[in-house]
């Protein structure tokens, strides 16, 4: 089914019926017209004298009419057939015969009688008929059949020639794309590296200007050029994101998934989604049920999200948040902050100061978030 047409199925069964009604009484009648005339030719041939009384035209009909069908197998494809020489009267001959001819003894009887017939004239009847289950009907329906099969199994290797070519395309495709994503992925590190550099540099020139007592113009100079720089890098950074996210997204759509197991299709857009987080957020570690709260969000949601997700990433303690929850001795303070109005992220901060997005949702799921994260506290929340 997943590599023929239902038209095709639809055909191949459909058709050899259709053949199969139009073709045996199409058989019937050549058949019968071509026995029809064998036997006309052969009704009343003799190596005796008919009209001198030396054999009797019931019998030769009779030895012809059987010796005809003997020599033609044919016979048999039909369920029943019957054939029928009258006179002109309409007095039957063969199969069966009410004539005196058989009281007629002498030779000059019989050739008065064979006389009458011939002159009279005779007339031959041929009936042919195939049931369902005569071998004719059951051959042709067998023939039909085998030929709808031999068509599908051409399209059925058509189509897998088509599929398996569009496979490797698509592999071709993905393979490029990984290429150009795992390049695109360490110059994004790159570029990560250089705007650790240039913040580093950034700053110790800050801390040397605040304690310098010499002329402060070159190092002015100095910030301003590192500042421009860091401004370039980030503005790289973004762009080299964005062509990360547009990767992930291409090699996503391109690999195939079972369209019969939805399930198999979002486990795939998961672990994708997953992977694209976290090489873009490094300093951050999102949770299996964060990427699936964010799967969950309309498109327009999810871009508001990542902004604020990219805010974490790069600087947390300038994120707006909403509330504290759960906080206490003993356990784990988790927080709360907002984003597209109805929006939901609820994150942590682990031992060593690094951030944790614990949960992603909205204003109507957040009984749902809440009673999760009442579930892990104490537990370091992200595993």
């Known amino acids: 089914m997943k590599y023929l047409p239902f038209r095709q199925i639809v055909f191949s069964v459909l058709l050899p019926l259709l053949f199969y009604v139009w073709s045996v ?3 019937e009648t050549y058949f019968t017209r071509i026995y029809h005339d064998g036997l006309d030719d052969i009704l009343l041939q003799s190596d005796a004298s008919l009209l001198g009384g030396e054999a009797s035209v019931v019998q030769v009909i009779r030895e012809n009419i059987s010796r005809y069908v003997s020599d033609h197998p044919s016979f048999s494809l039909f369920s029943t057939y019957t054939i029928e020489v009258l006179t002109a009267e309409g007095e039957p001959i063969y199969p069966f015969t009410n004539s005196s001819l058989s009281l007629f003894t002498s030779q000059q009887n019989v050739a008065l009688e064979n006389y009458r017939l011939i002159k009279d004239g005779l007339s031959l009847e041929v009936i042919l008929y195939a049931q369902p289950n005569s071998p004719l009907s059951v051959g042709a329906l067998c023939l039909f059949g085998a030929l709808a099969l031999g068509g599908l199994f051409i399209i059925y290797r058509r189509q897998v020639a ?8 698509r592999d ?3 393979v490029s794309l990984m290429e150009e994503g795992k390049r695109s992925e360490e110059a994004f590190e790159a570029l990560s590296d250089r705007q650790d550099t240039l913040t580093r540099n950034l700053e110790n020139a800050r801390r040397s200007l605040s304690i310098s007592h010499e002329s402060q113009s070159g190092m002015v100079e100095e910030i ?3 500042e ?7 503005a790289d950074r ?17 690999t195939p998934v079972n369209g019969s197991r939805p399930g198999k299709r979002k486990s795939r ?5 997953a992977k694209r987080l976290k090489t873009l957020y490094k300093r951050l570690r999102i949770d299996d049920r964060a990427v699936t709260g964010f799967l969950a969000l309309e498109e327009g949601m999810r871009l508001k999200c990542e902004a604020l997700i990219h805010q974490l990433n790069d600087d947390p303690s300038a994120v707006i948040i909403k509330r504290k929850i759960f906080g ?5 303070t988790f927080f709360e902050t907002e984003f597209a109005y109805k929006g939901r992220l609820y994150f942590m901060y682990d031992p060593r100061g690094k951030v944790g997005i614990l949960a992603i949702g909205t204003k109507n799921s957040q009984a749902t978030e809440l009673s999760f994260l009442n579930r892990i506290r104490g537990r370091g929340g992200v595993a």
């Not at 088509?162 to 395309?169: F, K, T």
């Not at 421009?228 to 980030?234: I, K, S």
């Not at 857009?269 to 989604?273: A, D, I, L, Y």
């Open 25 to 27: 009484p199409l058989c």
């Open 162 to 169: 088509h599929v398996c070519e569009e496979r490797r395309g």
């Open 172 to 174: 071709q495709i993905i």
């Open 224 to 226: 301003e050029v590192l």
């Open 228 to 234: 421009a720089l860091l401004d370039e890098n980030e």
């Open 238 to 254: 973004i762009r080299q994101r964005e062509e990360m996210a547009v990767l992930s997204e291409s090699i996503a759509v391109h």
């Open 269 to 273: 857009e998961k672990e994708v989604t």
């Open 328 to 332: 206490g001795k003993g356990m784990d």
